[in-house]
C-alpha cells in the first residue's frame, strides 16, 4: 500500500515539474486532437474545415444571441479605413488576428481587451501595387509564436507573450517588381511557408519556406518558370516550361501567385498550396503558342521537408479569366462508394467544385456548383475541363462569361462540417464581358491583366449578340449548401446578397454580409434563424470558442478587398462609417453598437480653369487603365469607397499633380505614379477630370434650385 502511495506522489510530483507551456503554445499534438474550446488555426483546426463541434449555441438558443464586446482595429497607415479578411485564431482565451498592411492583435478573448498590439513599418507605397487593398489573409500561431506576412514583403515571428520581434525575413526576391504580401502564412513540419500577391501586376509567383526557430530560409518553389535562356530552378520548373511557348512575354513574370488559405496534412507530410491567375490574362499575349501554362491555377501538394513537388492538378489549363485557385483548401475524411477516403476539396473561381485523393491528387469528382459557360463539364478520365464551342475565346470578339473575373467563389473561405456533410460556399454567378486590349506591353507597377475593365459590365455596347434572355446578364449570389459526395446543391439562401466567409458548428452555419449583417442560419435547412445588424460589411470567415463554459463567436468587420472598386448599391458603406472591427457575440449579448450615418459628400464648384478639349480623349483613356480599377465611374455611378475624382476639392487640384508623381498622399495608400505617368500625362488626366467636375457640380445645382 505504501509503494502505491509513493508511486502516486512520485507521478504528481513529475507533472508538477513539467515546464509550462508558453502563451500561445501550439503543436501537432495539439492541433490534431483540438480541444473545442479552441480555434487554433484560420479553418479551425488542421483539417481547415471551418467548423467547430461547439454546440452551446443552438438552433433553438441562437435567437438570443447577441453583443459580447467589440475591439477598435482602425487602419495602422493613413486615415483610410481598410477591409479586414482575417479568421481570429483563439487558444487558451486569447484571440490573435491580423490587420490592414500585416498588424497583429492579440486580446483576451473574454473581454476584447487588448494585449498586445504589432504595427509593421510598412512602406505606404505598396499600397499602390495592392490590387485588392492593404488586406491581410491571418496569422499562424505555433509553440509560443505568431507568425505574419506584411504588405511589403517581410515575413515576421513575434513573440506570442508580447508582441516582440524574434526575427524578420524579407521574402521578395526582386523589389523592383509589383509583389505584396495579403496572403496568412501556413505552418508544415518544421518550415513556416508563406506566399504573395501581385499577379495582376506583372510578377513571377513563389512561395518560400523559413525554419519555424530560426527563419533560415530552406527551399523556394517557383511557380511558373522564368525565361528558359537563364535556365531553371528545379526540375519542376524543366516540366512545367514545356507547357509554355519559349518565346512567351517573360517580362510579365506570368503570375500564379500563391495568396490563399494551404493547408498541412501531417500524417502524409503533403504540404498542400493553392496557385493564382495569369498575367496577362490572354494567352495569345502571354504563351502566343499556346500550352497548359504550369502551375497557374493548380492544387500542388508539396513535401514541406525538401520542396519537392508530389503531385499536382491544373484546374484550368491555358488560363484566360482570372480564375485562380487560391480559394480555401479543405480536407476532411468522408464516405465515397462505401469506402472512406482521404479528399481534398475545392471551389475554385471556375465554377466547379473538385474533390480529389489527397494523398495521389487523383480526380474524384468535379461538378458545376455555379452557373458556369466557358466549360460545358470536367472529363474524369483527363480531368480536363470540356470547353464549350468558343471557349468564350475574346480574342476576336468581346465574350460573354460567367463566372466572372471574381469567379463563383473569391477568397472569402468555405466551410465544412461533418456533421451534415454538406459545404458552405458563399456562391456568386455574375455575367462579365471580357474584352481584351489590342496590344500589349508589359508596365511596371500597374495591372497588367490587359483587361477593358471600363467595358465589363457594358453588355449591350459589347456582347448583345450573345444575349439569350434577360438572365443572362443578371448577377445572383447565394449562400450555398453543396453536398460533396453526391456533387449536388443540398439548399440555397438567396436573400441578402450573402458575400461573407462561412463558419459552421453541428447545426448552425454563420455569415456575414456586404450589407451589415451577421446571420445565422439552420445548417440542414438554410432557414434564417437570427440576424444582428452590424452597420458594417462583413467578408472574414467568423471564428468560435468558450471561455469559461460559454460560447463566443467572433467576426472581423470591415469591407474593403477587390470589392472597394465593385461596390454594390445595397452595400452598408454607402450608408455609414466603415468602422474597422472586431465583434463578439455571445447568449444573452447586447444590441450591437452601430457607427455613425455618413455625410453625402457636395460635389465642390471646380476651379476657373479652362478646360483643353484635345486632352479629353486621353485623359479618358489614361483614367479608365490607371484610375477606374479603384475608383470607378463617377456621380451617381460612384460603387466605390475610393474617393469619387470629380468631387476634388480646390486644394486637392492644387496639389494633382505632385499627388500623381511625388506622391504626397502615400501614406493613406495613394502611391505616386511617376515610373508610369508623365507630366502630360497627369495634365490630361486632372482635364479629364475637370469636365466630369463641371457636369457634375452644373447637374447639382439645377437639382438644388
Known sequence: MRKSCYAVLFFVFIISCKEEKPIGWIDYER??????????????????????????????????????????????????????????????????????????????????????????????????????????????????????????????????????????KDTFTDRTKAYTITSPPQVAGSIVMIGNSGGEYGVRGYIT??????????????????????????????????????????????????????????????????????????????????????????????????????????????????????????????????????????????????????????????????KVNWASHVDLKTGRPVLTE?????????????????????????????????????????????????????????????????????????????????????????????NPVTQKVAWKFTEGGPDGGIMSTPDLVFQGTRTGYFNVHDARTGEKLKSIFTATGIMAGATTYSIDGEQYVAVMAGYGGAETSAYLPDGVVFQYENKTRIIAFKLGGGETPIPPKKKPIETPAPPDTKIKTELLAKGATLYDFYCFICHGDFGDKHLSQHPDLSKLTPAKHMVFNDILLKGILSQNGMANFSNSLSEEDVEAIHHYLLKKQIEGYQKQEAANK
Open 390 to 482: 468558343n471557349g468564350q475565346w475574346y480574342k476576336d470578339k468581346p465574350r460573354l462569361v460567367v463566372p466572372y473575373l471574381g469567379g463563383g467563389h473569391v477568397w472569402q473561405p468555405m466551410s465544412f462540417n461533418p456533421t451534415t456533410g454538406l459545404v458552405y460556399i458563399p456562391e456568386r454567378a455574375v455575367p462579365q464581358v471580357f474584352k481584351s486590349f489590342d496590344t500589349y506591353n508589359w508596365l511596371p507597377d500597374v495591372d497588367n491583366t490587359n483587361l477593358d475593365y471600363a467595358n465589363m459590365f457594358k453588355f449591350k455596347k459589347n456582347v448583345a449578340d450573345q444575349i439569350k434572355s434577360a438572365e443572362d446578364t443578371l448577377r445572383s449570389e447565394s449562400l450555398l449548401a453543396w
Open 209 to 370: 519556406a523559413y525554419d519555424l526557430k530560426t527563419g533560415e530560409e530552406k527551399w523556394r518553389f517557383w511557380i511558373v518558370p522564368g525565361d528558359p535562356t537563364k535556365g531553371y530552378e528545379s526540375e519542376e520548373m524543366e516540366m512545367a516550361a514545356k507547357t509554355w511557348d519559349p518565346n512567351s512575354q517573360w517580362e510579365s513574370g506570368m503570375g500564379g501567385t500563391a495568396w490563399g488559405e494551404s493547408a498541412y496534412d501531417p500524417e502524409l507530410n503533403l504540404l498542400y498550396v493553392g496557385t493564382g491567375n495569369s498575367t496577362p490574362y490572354p494567352i495569345w499575349f502571354r504563351s502566343p503558342a499556346g500550352g497548359d501554362n504550369l502551375f497557374l491555377s493548380s492544387i500542388l501538394a508539396i513535401n514541406p521537408d525538401n520542396g519537392k513537388l508530389v503531385w499536382h492538378y491544373q484546374t484550368t489549363p491555358a488560363e484566360i479569366w482570372d480564375y485562380t485557385a487560391t480559394q480555401n483548401i479543405v480536407l476532411a475524411d468522408i464516405d465515397i462508394d462505401a469506402k472512406q477516403r482521404k479528399v481534398l476539396m475545392m471551389a475554385p473561381k471556375n465554377g466547379f467544385f473538385y474533390v480529389l485523393d489527397r494523398a495521389t491528387g487523383e480526380l474524384i469528382s468535379a461538378e458545376k456548383y455555379t
Open 31 to 168: 492541433l490534431t486532437h483540438r480541444e473545442v474550446k479552441d480555434w487554433l488555426s484560420l479553418g479551425g483546426d488542421h483539417m481547415m474545415q471551418h467548423y467547430s463541434p461547439l454546440n452551446q449555441i443552438t438552433k433553438e438558443n441562437v435567437k438570443d444571441l447577441g453583443y459580447a464586446w467589440e475591439y477598435d482595429a482602425s487602419t495602422i497607415i493613413g486615415n483610410v479605413p481598410r477591409g479586414l479578411e482575417a479568421t481570429p485564431i483563439v487558444v487558451d482565451g486569447i484571440m490573435f488576428t491580423s490587420g490592414a498592411w500585416g498588424a497583429v492583435y492579440a486580446l483576451d478573448a473574454k473581454t476584447g481587451k487588448q494585449l498586445w498590439i504589432y504595427k509593421p513599418e510598412v512602406d505606404a507605397s505598396y499600397g499602390r501595387r495592392a490590387c485588392c487593398d492593404v488586406v491581410n489573409r491571418g496569422v499562424a500561431v505555433w509553440e509560443g509564436k505568431v507568425y505574419v506576412g506584411t504588405l511589403d514583403g517581410y515575413l515576421i515571428c513575434l513573440n506570442a507573450e508580447n508582441g516582440s520581434v524574434l526575427w524578420s
